[in-house]
C-alpha cells in the first residue's frame, strides 16, 4: 500500500501541473435553473437522463448522470465504457449548475482513442441546452490529462480494480444500468453515506464524482481505482483536503465490492 505521504506528494505533483499555462477545466458552470428545469433542457437537447442521485442523501444536490447516442457509440470499446455518461449536478442551496467538461473526461477515459470532433459535438449538445459554459479553475494541462497519474507507483486508468467475476450490482445498490453494443454494461452503483460523506471534506461543490461507476466486461466486473479517479476528478486538492479523505480509496473499493453479487 502507498504510504501517506508519497500519496500526498503525489496530490501536490498533481496540483502544481494544474497551474500550468493551457489548463483544461474538468467542470464547466453554467446559469442556475432548478433541477426539473435541467432535465427538460437536457432531454431537449438529445441526452438520456439515466438516474437523478443525491450524493451522502443530500437532497439539495442533484447529480444528473446522463448518455446519448453519441456517447455511447464513443465508448463502445473494450475497457472505455466509462465514457458513456457525463454528469450535470444542481445544487438547489447554492444555486448552482456543473458540469463535466466533456473534452476533459474523454481525454481521460478514451485514452488513445480520444475523438476531439465527438467530445465538441457533446459539448454543443450541454451549451444548446444550459446556455453559455464557464469553465471552473479545476483541471489539468491538456496533454497530461490522457495517460495521466499521480506520479512513480500511482494507478493510470488502465490499472482498474478488478472487483472479481461477476455480473451484475445487487438490486438495492445498483443506480441505473447502461448497456453498449459490445456487451458490456455501465452500473451505478450507491455506496454508503458514510462513503459518499468525503464530499463534505472536500467541497460539496465537488460531489459530481459521485455516483461510482463499475463496468462489468468479459465476464468480470471493473471499477476505476479510487486513488485515480479522485486525483483526476479533483486536481486542485489540497494537501489537507487530501489527508482527510485518505482512507477513502480502500472504503470504496470495499463497498464496491460488497455491492456485487
Known sequence: MISKISAVIAFLVVS????????????????????????????????????????????NLSVMVVTSAKLKSIANKKTRGFAAIQRVMVDSSKKTVRVTNPTYWMKAFMQKSFNAGAAKSVTSAFKKALGKLSGVKDGLASGDIS??????????????????????????????????????????????????????????????????????????????????????????????????????????????KKALK
Request: aromatic fraction near 12%; proline fraction near 5%; charged fraction near 20%.
Open 16 to 59: 502544481a501541473t494544474a497551474l500550468q499555462a493551457g489548463t483544461m477545466p474538468a467542470y464547466y458552470d453554467a446559469s442556475y435553473a432548478s433541477a426539473s428545469s435541467v432535465k427538460g433542457k437536457l432531454t431537449k437537447a438529445g441526452f438520456t437522463v439515466l438516474a437523478t442521485y443525491h450524493p451522502a442523501g443530500k437532497k
Open 147 to 256: 495517460g495521466f497519474h499521480f506520479m512513480m507507483g500511482m494507478p493510470y486508468y488502465e490499472d482498474m480494480l478488478e472487483l472479481g467475476k461477476k455480473h451484475d450490482v445487487k438490486a438495492s445498490k445498483k443506480l441505473f444500468e447502461l448497456k453498449l453494443a459490445n456487451g458490456s454494461k455501465l452500473i451505478g452503483v450507491k455506496l454508503p453515506k458514510g462513503v459518499e460523506g468525503f464530499i463534505n471534506k472536500v467541497g460539496t461543490n465537488k460531489a459530481l464524482a459521485l455516483p461510482y461507476t463499475i463496468l462489468i466486461e468479459g465476464g468480470k466486473a471493473y471499477a476505476l481505482h479510487a486513488r485515480y479517479y479522485l486525483a483526476v476528478s479533483y486536481p486542485l486538492l489540497s494537501m489537507g483536503q487530501f489527508m482527510k479523505i485518505s482512507s477513502t480509496p480502500d472504503a470504496i473499493e470495499l463497498q464496491l
